[in-house]
């Protein structure tokens, strides 16, 4: 094994290893607050109290982190889902008249970020690796 792909490797695990915590974290505060909600309201329908601009922050939220499991078995494609979403969500909580703190949220969201970015550049490294072996096998 090379410098270059142990540095890879260790990249991916990083990579790995964050994402799994930041789906981790979100499954628990969202199993954590949908069982408050129950105890508070136990007649509500499931989502009555939620705007369609939440509904639909929650549904990229959710594709974005379907990016970051997909990152494990395709590193770019999963990173570059995952960020694309996390950054769309950004956007749209500035569009959310209920949001406390709607600027200062960015940076904070952005911290998810951080998986997507390490998976591209794993992806990114592996395929510049990848690329001059095919070369070489064809002369």
């Known amino acids: 094994m090379t410098k270059k792909d142990s540095s890879v490797n ?6 790995r290893i964050i994402g799994l915590v930041v789906v981790a974290f979100t499954l628990f505060m969202a199993i954590g607050y949908s069982l408050e909600g129950r105890e508070k309201h136990p007649d509500a ?3 009555s109290g939620l705007t369609p601009l939440i509904i639909i922050m929650f549904i990229f939220w959710g594709i974005g ?29 500035l569009f959310n008249p209920d949001a406390p703190s709607k600027a200062g949220a960015i940076i904070p969201m952005m911290i998810f970020c951080i998986p997507s970015v390490l998976f591209i550049a794993c992806g990114l490294s592996t395929e510049k690796a990848v690329s001059p072996k095919k070369e070489e096998k064809s002369e």
């Not at 570059?80 to 979403?85: A, E, G, R, W």
Request: charge should be positive; include cysteine; hydrophobic fraction near 60%.
């Open 65 to 93: 982190l379907t990016g970051l499991i997909l990152g494990w078995w395709k590193e770019r494609l999963g990173g570059f889902l995952s960020m694309v979403c996390f950054i769309v969500v950004a956007i749209l909580n």
């Open 45 to 47: 329908p499931f989502l």
């Open 10 to 15: 260790g990249l991916r695990w990083t990579a």
